[in-house]
């Protein structure tokens, strides 16, 4: 397993004398406005990325919210952020990782090895006196990345439904016991399935717990293989990316609530 974080004090040091490709994915849900948040203020010479459109293939209830782009169209989209064939690469938003990790996962999948999230996402690095851009960058000059997918490991539904180890929802607690359900078909929860919310890898400031402190929090879940989900597998990719600085491999599950709470072949749980 490589680094998967990087602080704001180590990516300004080591902008002094290495290029590294930024990617500026501010994403919500609920909040369309990350390419005006982009031009307000970015880090200097980050691209910005839409989730929406080059991080995932086109919603359906059959596949999901957000399902993964074909490995070409990813591929397409990373020559035109720039990427060129071992480019180190900083993805970044301003939710303390939680859409950001999505591109991580996926460039990972896609066969790059020196992808990194910014720790504590923009907020940390303006604290640590990082200069911000503001309005629209410079087309980068296109790369010539090849991306092969299959570098990080992936579950479909029927998987998950007989997964040999611990399956992790990583949605709100309430989400998980079936109190609330702002925007699926079906409240609940896989049969089977531990909570362990994604926001509580996070520290006050939005920032990754320490290593050692990951490891406790994910322990009565090992040993034995871990598959991930979340609403849409957007979220679940911050759950693998914290798993992952812990030194514990997962699996993601891609299609997650989204997909399974509208098959009405799928049980669902409710309560603890």
Same mark, same amino acid.
């Given at each position: 397993?490589?680094?998967?974080?990087?602080?704001?004090? !180590? +990516?300004? !040091?080591?902008?002094?004398?290495?290029?590294?490709?930024?990617?500026? #994915?501010?994403?919500?849900?609920?909040? =369309?406005?990350?390419?005006?948040?982009?031009?307000?203020?970015?880090?200097?010479?980050? #691209?910005?990325?839409?989730? *929406?459109?080059?991080?995932?293939? =086109?919603? /359906?209830?059959?596949? %999901?919210?957000? @399902? +993964?782009?074909?490995?070409?169209? +990813?591929?397409?989209?990373?020559? /035109?952020?720039?990427?060129?064939?071992?480019?180190?690469? #900083?993805?970044?938003?301003?939710?303390?990782?939680?859409?950001?990790?999505?591109?991580? &996962?996926?460039?990972?999948?896609?066969?790059?090895?020196?992808?990194?999230?910014?720790?504590?996402?923009? @907020?940390?690095?303006?604290?640590?006196?990082?200069?911000?851009?503001?309005?629209?960058?410079?087309?980068?000059?296109?790369?010539?990345?090849?991306?092969?997918?299959?570098?990080?490991?992936?579950?479909?539904?029927?998987? #998950?439904?007989?997964?040999?180890?611990?399956?992790?929802?990583?949605?709100?607690?309430?989400?998980?016991?079936?109190?609330? *359900?702002?925007?699926? =078909?079906?409240?609940?929860?896989?049969? %089977?399935?531990?909570?362990?919310?994604?926001?509580? $890898?996070?520290?006050?400031?939005?920032?990754?717990?320490?290593?050692?402190?990951?490891?406790?929090?994910?322990?009565?879940?090992?040993?034995?293989?871990?598959?991930?989900?979340?609403?849409?597998?957007?979220?679940?990719?911050?759950?693998?990316?914290?798993?992952?600085?812990?030194?514990?491999?997962?699996?993601?599950?891609?299609?997650? &609530?989204?997909? &399974?709470? $509208?098959?009405?072949?799928?049980?669902?749980?409710?309560?603890?």
């Amino acid at each position: 397993m490589g680094a998967v974080l990087i602080s704001a004090e !180590e +990516l300004r !040091e080591a902008l002094a004398d290495k290029k590294f490709r930024l990617l500026d #994915v501010r994403w919500a849900l609920g909040d =369309p406005d990350g390419p005006q948040h982009y031009l307000a203020g970015h880090i200097p010479g980050a #691209v910005f990325v839409d989730l *929406e459109t080059e991080l995932a293939a =086109p919603p /359906s209830p059959a596949r %999901g919210r957000h @399902p +993964l782009p074909d490995i070409t169209h +990813l591929e397409k989209c990373a020559r /035109s952020w720039g990427i060129r064939a071992g480019d180190p690469v #900083v993805v970044y938003d301003a939710t303390g990782g939680m859409a950001a990790a999505r591109a991580w &996962w996926l460039l990972r999948w896609g066969g790059l090895a020196d992808v990194r999230i910014l720790d504590g996402g923009l @907020p940390a690095w303006t604290v640590a006196g990082g200069d911000l851009a503001t309005g629209a960058e410079s087309d980068p000059e296109p790369g010539d990345v090849e991306l092969r997918a299959g570098g990080m490991p992936v579950a479909d539904a029927d998987a #998950v439904a007989t997964w040999p180890g611990v399956v992790l929802d990583a949605r709100a607690a309430e989400r998980y016991r079936g109190e609330v *359900e702002p925007i699926d =078909p079906k409240a609940g929860h896989i049969p %089977g399935a531990r909570s362990a919310p994604t926001s509580e $890898n996070l520290d006050a400031d939005g920032k990754f717990l320490p290593a050692e402190a990951l490891r406790t929090r994910f322990a009565p879940f090992t040993p034995g293989p871990i598959a991930v989900y979340c609403g849409s597998g957007v979220t679940a990719a911050h759950q693998i990316a914290a798993l992952e600085s812990a030194g514990i491999p997962a699996t993601l599950y891609p299609g997650s &609530w989204s997909q &399974w709470s $509208n098959d009405p072949k799928r049980p669902v749980a409710t309560g603890d």
